[in-house]
Protein backbone atom coordinates (compact mmCIF):
# COMPACT_ATOMS: atom_id res chain seq x y z
CA UNK A 1 0.00 0.00 0.00
CA UNK A 2 1.64 3.39 -0.84
CA UNK A 3 1.71 6.37 1.46
CA UNK A 4 -1.48 8.22 1.01
CA UNK A 5 -0.66 11.85 -0.44
CA UNK A 6 -1.29 14.93 1.20
CA UNK A 7 -0.63 17.25 -1.69
CA UNK A 8 -1.87 16.10 -5.94
CA UNK A 9 -0.40 18.16 -8.23
CA UNK A 10 -2.23 17.62 -11.35
CA UNK A 11 -1.11 18.88 -14.97
CA UNK A 12 -2.44 18.46 -18.19
CA UNK A 13 -0.49 17.48 -21.54
CA UNK A 14 -0.41 18.05 -24.87
CA UNK A 15 2.52 17.65 -26.86
CA UNK A 16 4.54 19.00 -24.21
CA UNK A 17 7.91 16.63 -24.61
CA UNK A 18 10.41 19.54 -24.34
CA UNK A 19 9.03 20.71 -20.56
CA UNK A 20 8.29 17.33 -18.95
CA UNK A 21 12.03 16.19 -17.58
CA UNK A 22 12.59 19.97 -16.31
CA UNK A 23 8.74 19.99 -14.96
CA UNK A 24 9.54 16.91 -13.39
CA UNK A 25 12.87 17.71 -12.01
CA UNK A 26 11.52 21.35 -10.21
CA UNK A 27 8.68 19.91 -8.97
CA UNK A 28 10.40 16.91 -7.20
CA UNK A 29 12.31 19.60 -5.47
CA UNK A 30 9.55 21.70 -4.52
CA UNK A 31 7.43 18.98 -3.12
CA UNK A 32 9.92 17.08 -1.61
CA UNK A 33 11.12 20.42 0.57
CA UNK A 34 7.12 19.95 2.12
CA UNK A 35 8.29 16.58 3.80
CA UNK A 36 4.99 15.62 3.06
CA UNK A 37 3.75 12.79 0.92
CA UNK A 38 2.77 13.77 -2.98
CA UNK A 39 1.85 12.64 -5.87
CA UNK A 40 1.89 13.99 -9.25
CA UNK A 41 -0.71 13.19 -11.61
CA UNK A 42 0.18 13.92 -15.64
CA UNK A 43 -3.20 13.79 -17.50
CA UNK A 44 -1.84 12.87 -21.45
CA UNK A 45 -4.61 15.24 -23.61
CA UNK A 46 -4.04 12.58 -26.39
CA UNK A 47 -0.70 14.41 -27.21
CA UNK A 48 1.18 12.96 -30.84
CA UNK A 49 4.73 13.74 -29.81
CA UNK A 50 7.00 12.08 -27.15
CA UNK A 51 4.83 13.02 -24.49
CA UNK A 52 3.17 9.67 -23.81
CA UNK A 53 6.30 7.47 -23.59
CA UNK A 54 8.03 9.95 -21.35
CA UNK A 55 5.75 10.45 -19.12
CA UNK A 56 5.37 6.58 -18.91
CA UNK A 57 8.42 5.81 -18.39
CA UNK A 58 8.82 8.21 -15.52
CA UNK A 59 5.64 6.40 -13.82
CA UNK A 60 7.85 3.58 -14.53
CA UNK A 61 10.46 4.36 -11.94
CA UNK A 62 8.55 6.95 -9.53
CA UNK A 63 5.72 5.42 -7.60
CA UNK A 64 4.61 8.93 -7.01
CA UNK A 65 4.66 9.45 -10.57
CA UNK A 66 0.63 8.93 -11.97
CA UNK A 67 -0.59 9.22 -15.37
CA UNK A 68 -4.05 8.93 -17.42
CA UNK A 69 -4.08 8.83 -20.75
CA UNK A 70 -6.72 10.55 -23.22
CA UNK A 71 -8.09 8.08 -25.99
CA UNK A 72 -7.90 11.65 -28.00
CA UNK A 73 -7.91 15.74 -27.30
CA UNK A 74 -10.64 16.38 -25.18
CA UNK A 75 -9.34 20.09 -24.12
CA UNK A 76 -7.33 21.24 -21.45
CA UNK A 77 -10.58 21.75 -19.12
CA UNK A 78 -11.40 18.36 -19.61
CA UNK A 79 -7.80 17.21 -18.82
CA UNK A 80 -7.87 19.19 -15.95
CA UNK A 81 -11.32 17.49 -14.79
CA UNK A 82 -9.69 14.01 -14.74
CA UNK A 83 -6.83 14.88 -12.87
CA UNK A 84 -8.72 16.46 -10.09
CA UNK A 85 -11.29 13.38 -10.89
CA UNK A 86 -7.87 11.02 -9.80
CA UNK A 87 -5.87 12.82 -7.20
CA UNK A 88 -5.88 11.27 -3.80
CA UNK A 89 -4.38 14.30 -1.73
CA UNK A 90 -6.25 16.27 0.82
CA UNK A 91 -4.82 19.24 -1.09
CA UNK A 92 -5.08 19.03 -4.87
CA UNK A 93 -3.21 21.96 -6.81
CA UNK A 94 -3.67 22.63 -10.92
CA UNK A 95 0.01 23.27 -12.80
CA UNK A 96 0.46 23.97 -16.80
CA UNK A 97 3.05 21.52 -17.74
CA UNK A 98 4.56 24.07 -19.87
CA UNK A 99 6.15 26.19 -17.06
CA UNK A 100 5.00 29.08 -17.13
CA UNK A 101 3.36 28.54 -13.70
CA UNK A 102 6.74 28.48 -11.58
CA UNK A 103 6.41 25.10 -9.71
CA UNK A 104 8.26 27.24 -6.25
CA UNK A 105 4.70 28.70 -6.05
CA UNK A 106 3.23 25.93 -4.63
CA UNK A 107 5.12 26.62 -1.33
CA UNK A 108 3.26 29.57 -0.55
CA UNK A 109 0.06 28.43 -1.66
CA UNK A 110 0.74 26.02 0.97
CA UNK A 111 1.52 28.07 3.30
CA UNK A 112 -1.95 30.05 2.83
CA UNK A 113 -3.68 26.51 2.90
CA UNK A 114 -2.05 25.57 6.35
CA UNK A 115 -3.45 29.61 7.73
CA UNK A 116 -7.03 28.63 6.75
CA UNK A 117 -7.62 29.11 3.14
CA UNK A 118 -9.54 26.38 0.88
CA UNK A 119 -8.49 28.11 -2.49
CA UNK A 120 -5.35 29.74 -3.09
CA UNK A 121 -5.38 30.77 -6.56
CA UNK A 122 -2.18 32.74 -8.32
CA UNK A 123 -2.61 36.03 -9.97
CA UNK A 124 -0.26 36.88 -12.45
CA UNK A 125 0.96 40.06 -11.76
CA UNK A 126 2.92 40.78 -14.97
CA UNK A 127 3.31 38.18 -18.12
CA UNK A 128 6.54 37.62 -19.91
CA UNK A 129 6.93 36.59 -23.27
CA UNK A 130 3.68 36.32 -24.94
CA UNK A 131 2.40 38.47 -27.68
CA UNK A 132 0.35 41.72 -26.90
CA UNK A 133 -2.73 40.44 -28.87
CA UNK A 134 -2.74 37.48 -26.35
CA UNK A 135 -2.28 40.10 -23.74
CA UNK A 136 -4.64 42.71 -24.58
CA UNK A 137 -7.42 39.40 -25.16
CA UNK A 138 -6.26 38.21 -21.85
CA UNK A 139 -6.62 41.02 -20.13
CA UNK A 140 -10.10 42.37 -21.66
CA UNK A 141 -11.70 38.76 -21.56
CA UNK A 142 -10.78 38.92 -17.62
CA UNK A 143 -12.09 42.27 -16.96
CA UNK A 144 -15.42 41.17 -19.29
CA UNK A 145 -16.01 37.89 -17.29
CA UNK A 146 -15.19 39.81 -14.13
CA UNK A 147 -18.14 42.05 -14.92
CA UNK A 148 -20.66 40.19 -16.27
CA UNK A 149 -20.62 37.29 -13.96
CA UNK A 150 -22.56 35.90 -11.43
CA UNK A 151 -19.95 34.71 -8.86
CA UNK A 152 -16.56 36.60 -8.10
CA UNK A 153 -14.01 35.31 -10.59
CA UNK A 154 -10.79 37.20 -10.33
CA UNK A 155 -9.03 38.66 -12.80
CA UNK A 156 -5.80 37.84 -13.88
CA UNK A 157 -5.91 34.43 -12.12
CA UNK A 158 -5.49 30.92 -14.48
CA UNK A 159 -6.05 27.61 -13.33
CA UNK A 160 -2.84 27.44 -11.27
CA UNK A 161 -4.19 27.22 -7.85
CA UNK A 162 -4.07 25.21 -4.72
CA UNK A 163 -7.72 24.02 -3.71
CA UNK A 164 -8.43 22.00 -0.43
CA UNK A 165 -10.24 18.55 -0.28
CA UNK A 166 -13.32 20.35 0.31
CA UNK A 167 -13.49 21.95 -2.75
CA UNK A 168 -12.26 19.34 -4.88
CA UNK A 169 -15.09 17.28 -3.86
CA UNK A 170 -17.48 19.81 -4.87
CA UNK A 171 -15.69 20.19 -8.45
CA UNK A 172 -15.70 16.28 -8.60
CA UNK A 173 -19.69 16.50 -8.43
CA UNK A 174 -19.86 19.56 -11.12
CA UNK A 175 -19.89 16.77 -14.38
CA UNK A 176 -21.20 20.14 -16.81
CA UNK A 177 -19.74 19.67 -20.31
CA UNK A 178 -18.48 23.18 -20.76
CA UNK A 179 -16.34 23.11 -18.25
CA UNK A 180 -14.73 26.58 -16.56
CA UNK A 181 -12.99 25.68 -14.01
CA UNK A 182 -11.46 28.80 -12.17
CA UNK A 183 -15.10 29.96 -12.33
CA UNK A 184 -16.64 26.52 -11.06
CA UNK A 185 -14.01 26.86 -8.08
CA UNK A 186 -15.44 30.61 -7.73
CA UNK A 187 -18.78 29.29 -7.37
CA UNK A 188 -17.97 26.35 -4.93
CA UNK A 189 -17.31 29.03 -2.31
CA UNK A 190 -15.07 28.84 1.27
CA UNK A 191 -12.53 30.25 2.50
CA UNK A 192 -10.26 31.89 -1.08
CA UNK A 193 -7.08 34.27 -1.13
CA UNK A 194 -4.25 34.61 -4.25
CA UNK A 195 -0.68 35.16 -3.87
CA UNK A 196 0.85 37.21 -6.82
CA UNK A 197 3.72 35.95 -9.25
CA UNK A 198 5.11 36.84 -12.44
CA UNK A 199 4.32 34.64 -15.65
CA UNK A 200 7.53 33.23 -16.81
CA UNK A 201 7.86 32.31 -20.92
CA UNK A 202 7.03 29.11 -21.97
CA UNK A 203 9.89 26.72 -21.02
CA UNK A 204 9.95 24.83 -24.67
CA UNK A 205 7.12 24.95 -27.59
CA UNK A 206 4.06 26.95 -28.55
CA UNK A 207 1.00 27.74 -26.93
CA UNK A 208 -1.52 25.00 -27.59
CA UNK A 209 -4.37 27.45 -27.27
CA UNK A 210 -4.66 29.04 -30.93
CA UNK A 211 -7.55 31.79 -30.91
CA UNK A 212 -10.41 29.19 -32.30
CA UNK A 213 -9.59 27.66 -28.69
CA UNK A 214 -9.66 31.10 -26.72
CA UNK A 215 -12.91 32.26 -28.48
CA UNK A 216 -14.82 28.88 -27.64
CA UNK A 217 -13.26 29.09 -24.12
CA UNK A 218 -14.30 32.52 -23.27
CA UNK A 219 -17.57 31.46 -24.75
CA UNK A 220 -17.60 28.69 -22.25
CA UNK A 221 -16.95 30.98 -19.64
CA UNK A 222 -19.25 33.56 -20.05
CA UNK A 223 -22.56 30.88 -21.14
CA UNK A 224 -21.44 29.01 -17.39
CA UNK A 225 -21.53 31.97 -15.82
CA UNK A 226 -23.37 34.33 -16.75
CA UNK A 227 -27.52 35.27 -18.58
CA UNK A 228 -25.97 38.97 -19.62
CA UNK A 229 -25.80 38.26 -23.16
CA UNK A 230 -29.74 36.98 -23.35
CA UNK A 231 -30.79 39.84 -21.19
CA UNK A 232 -29.24 42.65 -23.47
CA UNK A 233 -32.00 41.48 -26.36
CA UNK A 234 -34.59 43.19 -23.90
CA UNK A 235 -32.79 46.59 -23.59
CA UNK A 236 -32.25 46.54 -26.47
CA UNK A 237 -35.74 45.64 -28.16
CA UNK A 238 -36.30 48.28 -25.92
CA UNK A 239 -34.39 51.01 -27.36
CA UNK A 240 -35.28 49.97 -30.73
CA UNK A 241 -39.44 50.03 -29.79
CA UNK A 242 -39.25 53.29 -28.23
CA UNK A 243 -37.08 55.18 -31.44
CA UNK A 244 -39.83 53.61 -33.17
CA UNK A 245 -42.47 55.04 -31.31
CA UNK A 246 -41.07 58.47 -31.81
CA UNK A 247 -40.46 58.06 -35.26
CA UNK A 248 -43.78 57.59 -36.13
CA UNK A 249 -45.70 60.21 -35.32
CA UNK A 250 -41.84 62.39 -36.38
CA UNK A 251 -42.10 60.90 -39.87
CA UNK A 252 -45.94 61.30 -39.94
CA UNK A 253 -45.60 65.24 -38.89
CA UNK A 254 -42.19 65.71 -41.51
CA UNK A 255 -44.60 64.14 -44.78
CA UNK A 256 -47.36 66.49 -44.10
CA UNK A 257 -44.80 69.34 -44.23
CA UNK A 258 -42.52 68.61 -46.79
CA UNK A 259 -44.49 66.49 -49.18
CA UNK A 260 -44.26 62.98 -50.39
CA UNK A 261 -40.80 62.89 -51.35
CA UNK A 262 -39.63 62.55 -47.72
CA UNK A 263 -38.18 59.35 -46.28
CA UNK A 264 -39.39 58.20 -49.96
CA UNK A 265 -37.19 55.36 -52.03
CA UNK A 266 -35.94 52.11 -51.19
CA UNK A 267 -32.60 52.87 -50.08
CA UNK A 268 -33.81 53.87 -46.61
CA UNK A 269 -36.07 50.35 -45.88
CA UNK A 270 -33.18 48.17 -47.65
CA UNK A 271 -30.30 49.85 -45.25
CA UNK A 272 -32.64 49.58 -42.44
CA UNK A 273 -33.65 45.76 -43.20
CA UNK A 274 -30.17 44.60 -43.23
CA UNK A 275 -29.59 46.64 -40.04
CA UNK A 276 -32.55 45.06 -38.42
CA UNK A 277 -31.66 41.79 -40.14
CA UNK A 278 -27.90 41.56 -38.28
CA UNK A 279 -29.04 42.19 -34.82
CA UNK A 280 -31.33 39.60 -35.36
CA UNK A 281 -29.35 37.02 -36.31
CA UNK A 282 -26.73 38.28 -34.07
CA UNK A 283 -29.48 37.70 -31.39
CA UNK A 284 -30.10 34.37 -32.49
CA UNK A 285 -26.74 32.98 -32.64
CA UNK A 286 -26.06 34.10 -29.42
CA UNK A 287 -29.55 31.87 -28.08
CA UNK A 288 -27.95 29.65 -30.30
CA UNK A 289 -24.92 29.23 -27.97
CA UNK A 290 -27.32 28.46 -25.03
CA UNK A 291 -29.14 26.07 -26.51
CA UNK A 292 -26.18 24.19 -28.24
CA UNK A 293 -24.87 23.98 -24.69
CA UNK A 294 -27.92 22.98 -23.08
CA UNK A 295 -28.04 20.07 -25.41
CA UNK A 296 -24.16 18.93 -24.98
CA UNK A 297 -26.09 18.64 -21.19
CA UNK A 298 -28.83 16.26 -22.05
CA UNK A 299 -27.15 14.05 -24.57
CA UNK A 300 -25.22 12.83 -20.87
CA UNK A 301 -22.17 11.58 -22.74
CA UNK A 302 -18.70 10.89 -20.49
CA UNK A 303 -16.60 13.93 -20.22
CA UNK A 304 -13.58 12.27 -21.77
CA UNK A 305 -12.76 8.51 -22.14
CA UNK A 306 -9.63 7.29 -20.92
CA UNK A 307 -7.03 4.72 -23.02
CA UNK A 308 -5.12 3.70 -20.51
CA UNK A 309 -3.94 4.50 -16.93
CA UNK A 310 -0.35 3.89 -15.15
CA UNK A 311 0.63 4.06 -11.12
CA UNK A 312 -2.60 4.08 -10.17
CA UNK A 313 -3.70 1.17 -7.59
CA UNK A 314 -6.03 -2.02 -9.23
CA UNK A 315 -8.99 -1.42 -8.70
CA UNK A 316 -8.79 2.29 -10.24
CA UNK A 317 -6.91 0.77 -13.00
CA UNK A 318 -9.46 -1.88 -13.68
CA UNK A 319 -12.33 0.43 -13.82
CA UNK A 320 -14.09 1.19 -16.64
CA UNK A 321 -12.83 3.79 -19.07
CA UNK A 322 -15.51 6.67 -18.98
CA UNK A 323 -15.31 9.37 -15.83
CA UNK A 324 -16.11 7.55 -13.06
CA UNK A 325 -16.68 9.74 -11.00
CA UNK A 326 -20.70 10.57 -12.69
CA UNK A 327 -22.51 7.29 -10.77
CA UNK A 328 -25.03 6.16 -12.23
CA UNK A 329 -27.86 5.07 -10.16
CA UNK A 330 -28.29 1.45 -9.44
CA UNK A 331 -30.97 -0.16 -11.85
CA UNK A 332 -31.07 2.75 -13.80
CA UNK A 333 -29.98 2.60 -17.28
CA UNK A 334 -27.97 5.84 -18.50
CA UNK A 335 -29.43 5.43 -21.96
CA UNK A 336 -25.81 5.57 -23.05
CA UNK A 337 -25.50 4.45 -26.70
CA UNK A 338 -22.73 3.61 -28.02
CA UNK A 339 -21.58 6.51 -30.15
CA UNK A 340 -24.37 8.32 -29.37
N1 LIG B 1 -3.36 21.59 -22.89
C1 LIG B 1 -4.09 20.40 -22.92
N2 LIG B 1 -4.98 20.19 -23.96
C2 LIG B 1 -5.20 21.13 -24.93
C3 LIG B 1 -4.48 22.35 -24.86
C4 LIG B 1 -3.57 22.55 -23.82
O1 LIG B 1 -3.93 19.54 -22.07
O2 LIG B 1 -6.01 20.87 -25.83
C5 LIG B 1 -2.39 21.80 -21.76
C6 LIG B 1 -0.99 22.18 -22.19
O3 LIG B 1 -0.19 21.04 -22.42
C7 LIG B 1 -0.50 22.98 -21.00
C8 LIG B 1 -1.78 23.65 -20.49
O4 LIG B 1 -2.86 22.89 -21.02
O5 LIG B 1 0.02 22.16 -19.98
C9 LIG B 1 -1.90 25.10 -20.92
O6 LIG B 1 -1.82 25.22 -22.34
P1 LIG B 1 -0.95 26.37 -23.03
O7 LIG B 1 0.32 26.57 -22.28
O8 LIG B 1 -0.80 26.01 -24.47
O9 LIG B 1 -1.90 27.63 -22.88
P2 LIG B 1 -1.43 29.15 -22.68
O10 LIG B 1 -0.50 29.16 -21.50
O11 LIG B 1 -0.74 29.54 -23.93
O12 LIG B 1 -2.71 29.90 -22.44
MG1 LIG C 1 1.16 28.04 -21.35
Not at 278 to 301: C, K, M, P
Request: aromatic fraction near 10%; charge should be neutral.
Amino acid sequence: MKEKPVYSVVAPIYNEEGNIDLLYKRMVTVMDSTGEPWELILVNDGSRDRSPEMINELAAREPRIKVVHFARNFGHQTAVTAGIDHAAGEAVILIDADLQDPPELILDMIERWKAGFQVVYAVREKRIGESWFKLFTAKLFYRVIYRITDVDIPVDTGDFRLMDRKVVDVLVRMREHNRFIRGMTSWAGFRQTGVTYVREARHSGETKYPLSKMVRFAMDAITSFSYFPLQIMVYVSGALGLLALLAIPLVAVLRLMLGEGFFGGQATTIVLLLLMSSFQLFFLFILGQYVARTYDETRNRPLYVIADKRGFEDAAAASPPIDEAAPIPEGVSDGRQPFG
